[in-house]
């Protein structure tokens, strides 16, 4: 069965919505610097093909994957395409609407890129503020797959471009990987930011200015193959306990009704 939003006819978008509970999932990306040997869309690319997976095991409506988003830090490099977190919020806040007005009533957001972790945090604020009468649930990147990356990688350094990164890359989008550009390239932490504590809106490309982390070459397809699985198993897990809720969208009435009052909103 088809479960991508634009796929789907007129008359199989009721049908799929109902079979999915009335919730719909938007995969989330971005587009910036995954170093020499992975594409700028690796993690819309990446998480799309998550969703497709998910929802063929767990019913869910997905959304065309949202490849606008933020990578500030990534500006130093070519290739970034850098939304404003105003205009960000504000186009998630109309997309989550507009799935509401056709009949959702649970939004899950399902994150490829985790430098959409500040402007995803403020969006639940928003819809929490503004009392939206649909409930949203945000599942970062990676989720659950931590302890498993700990268990196969081969290098210290893991987050971007790296060695995990770039093995769940040759096994979701394998023709967009080029593994000879990444070939005995080790990036190491550069160690002249020292500011601890703090942290600055530069954090990311102080302690990495190339972009990837670690040893990409160290990636595998065996690899890959064990982390989108895990992946997609959490993921599954998640939206299951998603539909069951009943406490979210408790809250969000009680949130309206302080708003708008009894029976407003
Ligand atoms: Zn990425």
Redesign the pocket.
């Known amino acids: 069965m088809k479960w991508r939003w634009e796929y789907l006819t007129v008359s199989e978008f009721e049908d799929a919505r109902e079979k999915a509970e009335r919730v719909a999932m938007i995969p989330i990306?971005?587009l910036?610097t995954?170093g020499p040997h992975?594409p700028l869309g690796?993690?819309g690319l990446?998480i799309e093909k998550i969703a497709d997976m998910v929802a063929q095991i767990e019913p869910v409506v997905v959304l065309p994957t949202l490849f606008y988003t933020q990578s500030y830090q990534a500006k130093l490099l070519p290739g970034a395409l850098c939304i404003h977190s105003d205009l960000l919020t504000a186009l998630l806040e109309n997309i989550c609407d507009e799935a509401y007005r056709n009949g959702f009533e649970k939004i899950v957001l399902l994150h490829?890129?985790?430098g959409n972790t500040p402007v995803m945090e403020g969006f639940l604020r928003l819809v929490a503020d503004k009392a939206k009468p649909y409930a949203v649930y945000s599942i970062p990147?990676w989720a659950g797959l931590w302890e498993l990356i700990d268990q196969i990688k081969e290098t210290e350094d893991i987050g971007?471009?790296c060695e995990m990164?770039t093995s769940i890359a040759l096994f979701l989008i394998p023709d967009a990987v080029n593994m000879e550009a990444a070939k005995g390239k080790i990036y190491k932490r550069r160690e002249d930011l020292d500011v601890a504590p703090a942290s600055t809106p530069v954090d990311w490309i102080a302690n990495w200015p190339e972009g990837p982390l670690g040893n990409p070459s160290k990636a595998t397809l065996e690899k890959g193959e064990k982390l989108v699985k895990k992946w997609v198993e959490v993921v599954v897990d998640s939206l299951r306990r998603i539909k069951k809720d009943k406490v979210v969208p408790e809250l969000m009435r009680k949130l309206r009704e302080v708003r708008y009052g009894k029976g407003g909103g």
Request: aromatic letters at 0%; glycine letters at 20%; proline letters at 7%.
């Open positions: 990306g971005s910036e995954h992975l690796n993690d990446k490829g890129h985790g990147p971007h471009a990164e």
